[in-house]
């Protein structure tokens, strides 16, 4: 029998809500991590049932401070937002970086992703600058794997693929309504989808709950375990990149933070913060607040 250790946090949480954001399990004891193989770490995963679980292990990279491997409950996937915010947390929680450091470097399975420290409870990542792929034409057979109807997509903006490390098939939709009744309908989802460079969407509405929110979101990955996430950092710095491209919101300026709701459906409600410093986009900022939740040890025979 193994005894591993791990911290629970809750990642891009909001505090006007005592539960919320999105729960992620940090195996944080390299050494111990050590002796896992990629099956054990793939059915501990699943055995938790989070969006994702990570594992540290001794960095390979130089200047970083971990290395990182995520898995979701069905497969491992190189780059996740709230994994790589809620594990930065649990690094300098444990110790494992000196608490007087600001900034850190993570390695990921896309490389070194830098995260900063902003305060004791909020941490920022540094995404890639953003590729964005030629938009999708067919936005019917879009509409109709998230079980909605053309009628309920905004056209004025494109339907397109962005990636920040990760690429996410954005799709904006005209109504709060609308939004909220979107569901992957399965055998359509992986049909509709086929051939594209990823299958994990992520549909937007600048309708929101709150006024000091800008768009409200939800994220749809049923083909890596997620049926819906309830807040997917890898995915805000795409949708911040679109936001600022294609000028959604007309009375925002350049730089200023994007503040996303998501997880209402899943009773876990979150909020993002996405930001795009300069018209070169040469990066991409998305922050956020992580709650530490509890700590344990799994028993691994």
Known sequence: MRHLPYVQ???FVDERYSFGGNQLA????AKVNGSLTRDEMQGMALEMNFSESTFLFEPTTEGCVSKVRIFTPASEIPFA???TLGTAFVIRYKKILDSEKSSTL??????PIRVDYLDDHSVRMIQPKPIFEKPIDDV???AEAIGLTLDDINQEHPVQIVS????????PIKTHASLKKAAPVPLVFRENLKGLSTKQVLIFSTETNFPDSHVQARMFAP??????DPATGSAAGPLGAYLEKYNVLKSHELGEPFNIEQGYELKRPSKLIARVPDESMSEVYVSG????????IFHLP
């Open 106 to 111: 993570l390695e990921l399975g896309v490389g």
């Open 223 to 228: 083909e890596v375990g997620v049926v819906e």
């Open 164 to 171: 920040t490390g990760f690429p996410f098939l954005i799709v």
């Open 289 to 296: 607040k992580i709650r530490l939740v509890a700590e344990g």
């Open 9 to 11: 946090t809750s990642v």
């Open 81 to 83: 937002g709230h994994p």
């Open 26 to 29: 940090t195996y944080w004891d």
């Open 140 to 142: 019917k057979k879009i």
